[in-house]
């Protein structure tokens, strides 16, 4: 049944009308391009609760029109909002199988066309890379594959995310049990040092070769900045985008590829039905798209 006022539910929490959820869906989406379904009500509810009380607002109506109208504070609060609505979740090595394929598919044909050019240099784009375990995780798999050959490499990852916070945790490269909770073991007593409390920290050879920076995949301007690339990972963030968006983000990853470069995204995602400008190759358990 659609709620016709806000008011407060049982939990005490503000309610969200449809009228203002269909507004505040409108002002996300033009913001980030995350789309939320009609059932996602309630995620906002709780998400916001906090939020709307820190400014001592009543109602969403009152939050739409301080999102629309407050212009001194306006930017920071579109900040605010994008950080209450991603989701960060993410692990390192997550998806191993996936990234079996990249090692021993991918990887393998860029080193064998690199050191048959003599032109050795891998460059990486992780796109909606959260609090950087993605990255790092695809950093120590470019360690695992080289070995002492890494040094004869021009390796560039570059990694970005529109949440200002995720970022900051990335930067430290401070990480507890839960973010390796997909980490094989001898890789944790290789690549991390236990800081004590449970503090994982990720060893500097494999951070340094990650540079992260803010950017917004909605934002054309800000894709094209990024150093064009060999491999692009995006796994389990286009799962939060409307199809017109998909196209879109899917378009910039097109262009930013180099020839013959692939494009990972996340194994419940799919191209199909989205975009005829990759070529699917089925692998055991995996799909890898190849610029056409
Ligand atoms: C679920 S995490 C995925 C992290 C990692 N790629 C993985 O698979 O483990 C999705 C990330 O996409 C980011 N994101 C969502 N919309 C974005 C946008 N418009 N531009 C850049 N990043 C975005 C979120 O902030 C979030 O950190």
Redesign the pocket.
């Given at each position: 049944m659609s709620t016709l006022f806000s008011g407060r539910g049982f939990s005490g929490k503000i309610k969200i009308s449809q009228k203002e959820f269909f507004e505040l869906r409108d002002i996300i989406y033009e913001l980030?391009?995350?789309f939320l379904q009609d059932n996602r009500r309630f995620l906002v509810e709780n998400r916001f609760a906090t939020r709307l009380s820190e400014l001592e607002l009543k109602n969403y109506t009152e939050y739409i029109d301080y999102l629309k109208n407050h212009f001194k504070g306006r930017s920071e609060e579109l900040n605010m909002l994008t950080e209450l609505i991603?989701?960060?979740?993410?692990?390192f090595f997550?998806d191993n199988s996936q990234l079996k394929i990249f090692q021993n598919f991918t990887l393998k044909k860029f080193i064998d066309a690199g050191n048959e050019s003599g032109r050795r240099e891998i460059k990486i784009w992780?796109?909606?890379?959260?609090s950087g375990?993605?990255p790092y995780t695809l950093a120590i798999i470019l360690h695992e594959t080289l070995k002492s050959e890494i040094g004869k490499w021009r390796i560039k990852i570059t990694a970005?995310?529109?949440?200002t916070n995720?970022l900051k945790m990335a930067e430290k490269g401070l990480y507890t049990k839960y973010s390796l909770r997909t980490t094989p073991a001898p890789i944790i007593l290789k690549y991390f040092k236990n800081i004590g409390n449970d503090v994982f920290q990720i060893n500097p050879e494999v951070k340094r070769l990650v540079k992260f920076s803010k950017?917004?995949?909605?934002i054309e301007s800000q894709v094209k900045l990024i150093p064009k690339s060999h491999i692009v990972?995006?796994?389990?963030?286009i799962i939060?985008f409307d199809k017109k968006m998909k196209i879109k983000v899917l378009s910039g990853f097109h262009n930013n590829l180099l020839d013959n470069g692939h494009l990972y995204v996340?194994h419940s995602e799919s191209l199909h039905s989205v975009t005829d400008k990759f070529k699917p190759r089925q692998h055991a358990g995996t799909i890898t798209y190849h610029k056409i």
């Amino acid at each position: 049944m659609s709620t016709l006022f806000s008011g407060r539910g049982f939990s005490g929490k503000i309610k969200i009308s449809q009228k203002e959820f269909f507004e505040l869906r409108d002002i996300i989406y033009e913001l980030s391009g995350i789309f939320l379904q009609d059932n996602r009500r309630f995620l906002v509810e709780n998400r916001f609760a906090t939020r709307l009380s820190e400014l001592e607002l009543k109602n969403y109506t009152e939050y739409i029109d301080y999102l629309k109208n407050h212009f001194k504070g306006r930017s920071e609060e579109l900040n605010m909002l994008t950080e209450l609505i991603t989701t960060n979740e993410t692990s390192f090595f997550r998806d191993n199988s996936q990234l079996k394929i990249f090692q021993n598919f991918t990887l393998k044909k860029f080193i064998d066309a690199g050191n048959e050019s003599g032109r050795r240099e891998i460059k990486i784009w992780s796109a909606g890379c959260s609090s950087g375990e993605e990255p790092y995780t695809l950093a120590i798999i470019l360690h695992e594959t080289l070995k002492s050959e890494i040094g004869k490499w021009r390796i560039k990852i570059t990694a970005n995310d529109i949440s200002t916070n995720v970022l900051k945790m990335a930067e430290k490269g401070l990480y507890t049990k839960y973010s390796l909770r997909t980490t094989p073991a001898p890789i944790i007593l290789k690549y991390f040092k236990n800081i004590g409390n449970d503090v994982f920290q990720i060893n500097p050879e494999v951070k340094r070769l990650v540079k992260f920076s803010k950017i917004n995949l909605n934002i054309e301007s800000q894709v094209k900045l990024i150093p064009k690339s060999h491999i692009v990972f995006c796994r389990n963030v286009i799962i939060y985008f409307d199809k017109k968006m998909k196209i879109k983000v899917l378009s910039g990853f097109h262009n930013n590829l180099l020839d013959n470069g692939h494009l990972y995204v996340g194994h419940s995602e799919s191209l199909h039905s989205v975009t005829d400008k990759f070529k699917p190759r089925q692998h055991a358990g995996t799909i890898t798209y190849h610029k056409i």
